[in-house]
Nanobody, 124 residues
Framework: QVQLVESGGGLVQAGGSLRLSCAASGRTFGSYAMGWFRQAPGKEREFIAT????????DYADSVKGRFTISRDNAKNTVALQMNSLKPEDTAVYYC?????????????????WGQGTQVTVSS
């Protein structure tokens, strides 16, 4: 059974940084793309960032491009999201997700494994 466990969320002031980490177990981690999504209260879950199986290709939502960086370490079965220049509108529950594909994708329906989520709160 695949398990994804996020960590690193918390409370930070606007302009600050946080680093989220996701530990994966239960399948061949390095064979699949990974992604991060977020969901704010009263809003739908939205795509944030994705990385392909090898880490050679990434893609980001326009709202976080230039501020967030996704990376992965296949030897450690982890994927990270470095978040800089945080804004109050980045406040949400952040989810790590494992894709059924090898390539980058922002489509939630191409992800078949999800973590429980970690709360990120950015104060103004």
């Amino acid at each position: 059974q695949v398990q994804l466990v996020e960590s690193g969320g918390g409370l930070v002031q606007a302009g600050g940084s946080l680093r989220l980490s996701c530990a994966a177990s239960g399948r061949t981690f390095g064979s699949y793309a990974m992604g991060w999504f977020r969901q704010a209260p009263g809003k739908e879950r939205e795509f944030i960032a994705t990385i392909n199986w090898s880490g050679s290709s990434t893609d980001y939502a326009d709202s976080v491009k230039g501020r967030f960086t996704i990376s992965r370490d296949n030897a450690k079965n982890t994927v990270a999201l470095q978040m800089n220049s945080l804004k109050p509108e980045d406040t949400a529950v952040y989810y790590c997700a494992g894709s059924r594909t090898t390539h980058v994708t922002g489509r939630a329906d191409e992800y078949n494994h999800w973590g429980q989520g970690t709360q990120v709160t950015v104060s103004s």
